[in-house]
C-alpha cells in the first residue's frame, strides 16, 4: 500500500553543508578508513558527551556486540535486558552464552526503572541493559547504585537518545559502558548505519580497538626498521587474562566526517523534535484516549512519538489512519520474548505484564524531523477525527 | 617518517560523476539502508559476475564471518587457508571452531595451488579458502575438482581480485561462495568499507539475508493488517537444522549507489593497473634481482605489485628505497602462524616454506591507481639505482 505519509524511512534531509563534507572526504581523505576522521570524531564525541573514550564503529549492534564480549560471560550468568526494546540490546548476549533475565517497563515513561531491574537480580546477575527507549532517559542514578550494590557491569543503549541528559549529565555515561547508533532512523545518520561504543573504563578501551579491528595492534618491543618483522602484529584481544575473539567493525572516513559535522546539528534537531511533540501532545489534550509520555526536558529527545490507546480500539485506529488518511502508525517494539528467535532460544518466557499491556495498546506515529509541519498538522486532525469517531 | 611517496593509503580518485551519485542518494535515498540501493548494487553485481545471488554487507571480513558460520562446523573440522595471507581470511573459521590447516604457496604464482591443498586434506577437511592474493586467480578449475572429489565447500576470497576472471569466468564463482571487499585499499572502494558475498546456492542464499540484518524476516503466517502482531518477525538463521546465530552486517544506501556507479569502471581500472605493473616489469627486465609475476591477461588485476628479492638483500633494499628516494615500500602477508594471535589460538605452526621464503624476501610497492604516472617512473628510477648500488 501507498502511504500518503509512510512511517520513519530516515530520520533527517542533509544540509548543504554536510554534503559539502562528504564531498571535500571522498576527495581528500586519506586512507578512507581508520584515518584522521575517526578519530576526530571520537575525540569531538568525547567532548560532546564528556567521557573518556569513544570508539567509532559499523553500527550500534557491533557496539552491543563489543560490550557483550566485554563481560566475559561464563555459563550460567544472566543479564538483565528489557523485552521492550530492539533485538539488537538482547541477542549479542546470548551469542555470548549468557541467560537473559527481561525486564519490565514503567508504564508511563515505557522504560526500565530500578524497581523493575532490582525484581530480575539473582545470585547470577552479572550486566544490566538499560534502553533510553523512545529518546527518553531511564533513572539512571538509581539503577547506577544498584548495579555498584551488586557489584554489577551496567550498559546503556542510547541508540535512540544521543544528547539527552538526566541532571545535567549525558545519557550514555552513567554506566560502564554506552552504545549509539547513527542508523537512518536516528536524530543524526553517517549514511545510514553507523555506531559508537563510549567508555571511562582503562580496561575495556584498552581491548575495544582490537576487538573492533582484526586484533591490529603495535608490536610490544621496539623496531628500527617499520617493516620487521612486518608491518604491525595481529593478536588476541585480551580481558583479564581472558582472550575474546576480534571483528571488523570499521567505520569509514567519510562516514565520520559527516558524523562530526552532524554533532553540531544533535541539539537543534532534538530540541525541535521535542518542541513538536509537546505541541503535538498538547493539541490532543482533550483526547484522553491517547496516553503519550510528556517530558518537556532534554531527558527526553523525543526520537519517536507514541501513545498507549486507551477506551477505543487500537487495531481500529491503526486501521483508520491508514485507510482513512493514508497515513502510516506502525506498533512498536514487540516483546522480544514472543519473537521465533528469542522462542528458539529458550528465551520465550517473561515477566512484564506492563510490557505487554502496553506494546498490545500502543500506536507510534510518523515523527521524522524530515516531516513538514503543514504533515505533521495533518497527522494531527486525521488523529483527532479518528478518535472522535471511535469514541 | 614523511615518505615523498607512501604506500597506499587510498586506491583511486573518485570521479565527478561518483561523487554526484553520492550526493543524490544522501538527498534522495529513502530509507538509508537496506533499500533500493542495496538492491541494485546486488543485481548489478550479479550480473557483472555472473551469479545468483549477492549480498553487500559492511566489509569483507563480515563476508568471510557468514561464510563460516554457513559450514556448520563441528569439533574436530579442519578448514584449509593458505597462510599467506589478510588475517580476516582466516580468523573467522577459527571463532566459529575449525582448526586451520595452513596451505602453502606457489612460488612463481604466491597463491596456493591444487597440489599445496591436496597434501593438506585429511578426513576431517570440511571445507577450503582460496585467497587470490595480489589480484591473480589460483588454479579454480583443478582446486574445484579437487573439492568435489573430497566433497569440500570451497570458498573464494577475491577481496583483491574483483573483476580478474579465469578462463572467461569470473573469480569468485568457481566456489560455493565469494568474498569480495570494497576497502580503501581496494579496486573501487564504497567510501572505504564496504564487502559483497554471493553464492548459487539456494539453500545459503535463503539464510544469508537473516544472518546479515539481525535476523529479520516475514512471518511465515499470511497477514491481513501489516503491524499484526508486529511489524514483522525476527527469527533464527536456520541451514540444514542447525540455528546459527545471527549479525548486523548492513551496508547503507549511499556507499551501495556509489558501488553500483564504480562497477562501471573496475575493468577499466583492472586493465590500467595491469598496464601499469607490465610495464614497470618490464623496464626492469634487466634486474633479475626483482622476480615478479608476469600474467598480462584479465587473470591478474594486478592490485599490488610485489616482487622476490633474490642475490641482494631485501631489507638493505627497502631502506634505500625509504632512505635515499622516500619510497615506502612494505612487505606483505606476514604468514599468518607468526602472528601472535595465531599462536594464541594454537595455530603458530606450518608447514609452508615457500610461503615463509617469498614472504621473508618480498617487497610490495607502492601502486595505487592513482599514482601519477611521474610518480611510477620515479618509483621505476630508483628500484634501478637501488639495486644497481646493492649488487
Known amino acids: 500500500m501507498n502511504f500518503k505519509i509512510p512511517f520513519a524511512g ?7 553543508e554536510e554534503i559539502e563534507v562528504v564531498v571535500n572526504a571522498m576527495k581528500f581523505s586519506v586512507p578512507l578508513t581508520q584515518g584522521s576522521n575517526l578519530k576526530l570524531f571520537q575525540n569531538e564525541f568525547c567532548d560532546y558527551v564528556n567521557c573518556r573514550h569513544a570508539f567509532g564503529v559499523s553500527n550500534a549492534t557491533a557496539a ?4 557483550a564480549q566485554l563481560l566475559l560471560i561464563n555459563e550460567g550468568d544472566e543479564v ?14 546470548l551469542k555470548q552464552g549468557a541467560k537473559i533475565v527481561w525486564a519490565d517497563i514503567d508504564l508511563q515513561t515505557r522504560v526500565v526503572n530500578a524497581e523493575t531491574i532490582k525484581k530480575c537480580i539473582t545470585k547470577n546477575t552479572k550486566a544490566i541493559v538499560v534502553v533510553h527507549l523512545y529518546g527518553f532517559g531511564a533513572d539512571m542514578e538509581e539503577i547506577l547504585d ?12 542510547v541508540a535512540q537518545a544521543l544528547g539527552g541528559e538526566l541532571n545535567s549529565k549525558k545519557l550514555g555515561t552513567f554506566g560502564h559502558l554506552g552504545v549509539f547508533s547513527f542508523h537512518s532512523h536516528k536524530n543524526i545518520s553517517t549514511l545510514g548505519e553507523g555506531g559508537m561504543l563510549i567508555t571511562d573504563d582503562e580496561n575495556f578501551a584498552k581491548v575495544i580497538p582490537l576487538l573492533r579491528h582484526n586484533g591490529h595492534c603495535d608490536f610490544e618491543f621496539s623496531r628500527d626498521q617499520y617493516w620487521l618483522p612486518a608491518m604491525g602484529n595481529v ?17 569509514g572516513e ?14 537543534a534537531i532534538n530540541s525541535e523534535k521535542r518542541r513538536r511533540a509537546i505541541h503535538f501532545i498538547n493539541e490532543l489534550s482533550n483526547y484522553p484516549e491517547l496516553q503519550f ?4 526536558s532534554p531527558r527526553h529527545a523525543y526520537h519517536l512519538l507514541v501513545a498507549m490507546v486507551t477506551d477505543i480500539d487500537r487495531d481500529d485506529f491503526i486501521k483508520s489512519m491508514s485507510n482513512d488518511y493514508g497515513i502510516q502508525c506502525v506498533v512498536q517494539y514487540y516483546p522480544l520474548d514472543r519473537y521465533d528467535l528469542y522462542k528458539k532460544a529458550d528465551q ?8 505487554d499491556l502496553f506494546f498490545d495498546n500502543m500506536v507510534s506515529f510518523p515523527f521524522q524531523h524530515s516531516l513538514a509541519m503543514a504533515e505533521l498538522d495533518y497527522i494531527l486532525e486525521a488523529t483527532k477525527k479518528v478518535v472522535e469517531k471511535l469514541r
Open 10 to 16: 530516515r530520520q533527517h534531509e542533509y544540509s548543504d
Open 348 to 355: 520465550g518466557k517473561s515477566n512484564c505484564p506492563k510490557t
Open 235 to 251: 593478536d588476541m584481544p585480551t580481558l583479564h587474562n581472558s582472550y575474546l575473539w576480534p571483528n571488523n567493525y570499521c567505520l
Open 146 to 157: 544498584l548495579a555498584t550494590e551488586n557489584d554489577l557491569i551496567l550498559i546503556e543503549d
Open 293 to 296: 509520555h510528556v517530558e518537556d
Open 254 to 267: 567519510v562516514e565520520c566526517a559527516l558524523g562530526t559535522k552532524m554533532l553540531q546539528r544533535i541539539d
Open 64 to 67: 552491543l556486540e563489543m560490550a
Open 80 to 93: 538483565i535486558i528489557p523485552s521492550h526494546t530492539y533485538t539488537s540490546s538482547a541477542y549479542p548476549f
